[in-house]
């Protein structure tokens, strides 16, 4: 079956602007994380969505980041005022049910100029 | 708070060599614990997993790892290395009951022929 799937595979942005990030998980998977894999920081969690519950947002670095995850599905990173430093690989994650195996999308790779 | 030491940035090994890759863990309880490979542009890929039980696991692509507690390590392994195992290697740790993964550092494999 289908995997994870991001887009934009590739982001160039200027600094200041708003950016979207799309993940589509993988049918029925319950649970969506978001990831930044930068050279600096390495892997990080960012968001963790399950079912209808609260997201747990420990890792959101600013309030410049936000998510939202429509209908339990589709999921959208939204950064706002970009800075140079949010420069990234962004990956996006889903798991039948939070306790399993995680299985990645291909990431966008975000570049603020 | 869990954290995950992979204490090689770099190895070089040679094409037919056997490989290991070292991890480990810092996790007040049973960890559940994770590697993953990642190769250039490319998402996470699952290599294999601990969760419980056995303390030796085989995993895809001819890698297996052992779970030593007493160590609380966790290092990847393989008898004989091919030029395709040229990646990077992240080993994880399940943190929390949220299923969100801490990763190492990662250690990057390159393959002389």
């Known amino acids: 079956g289908a995997g994870v799937s991001q887009s934009p595979s590739n982001k160039v942005t200027e600094k200041g602007k708003d950016v979207e990030l799309r993940c589509d998980p993988i049918?029925?998977?319950?649970?969506l994380y978001w990831y930044r894999q930068s050279l600096g920081q390495g892997l990080e969690f960012l968001i963790y969505?399950?079912?209808?519950?609260?997201?747990?947002k420990s890792g959101l670095p600013s309030d410049r980041f936000s998510a939202e995850r429509t209908g339990g599905s589709v999921s959208t990173l939204t950064i706002q005022r970009t800075q140079q430093e949010d420069s990234a690989v962004y990956l996006c994650?889903?798991?039948?049910?939070?306790?399993?195996?995680?299985?990645f999308g291909p990431g966008t790779r975000l570049t603020v100029l | 708070a869990q954290s995950v030491t992979q204490p090689d940035i770099h190895i070089t090994v040679s094409e037919g060599a056997s490989l290991e890759l070292r991890c480990n863990y810092s996790?007040?309880?049973?960890?559940?614990l994770f590697w993953y490979v990642q190769s250039p542009g490319q998402g996470l890929q699952l290599l294999l997993k601990?969760?419980?039980?056995?303390?030796l696991v085989q995993g895809i692509k001819g890698f297996e790892a052992e779970f030593k507690r007493s160590q609380s390590s966790f290092n990847l392994r393989k008898p004989s290395v091919h030029w395709s195992d040229a990646a990077e290697y992240f080993c994880?740790?399940?943190?929390?009951?949220?299923?969100?993964?801490?990763f190492g550092q990662g250690t990057t494999l390159q393959v002389k022929p």
């Open positions: 994650a889903s798991s039948r049910d939070g306790a399993g195996e995680q299985f």
């Open positions: 049918s029925g998977h319950t649970a």
């Open positions: 969505f399950q079912g209808n519950s609260a997201p747990d």
């Open positions: 996790y007040g309880a049973t960890p559940y």
């Open positions: 601990y969760f419980s039980g056995d303390t």
């Open positions: 994880a740790v399940v943190s929390g009951n949220t299923g969100k993964l801490i």
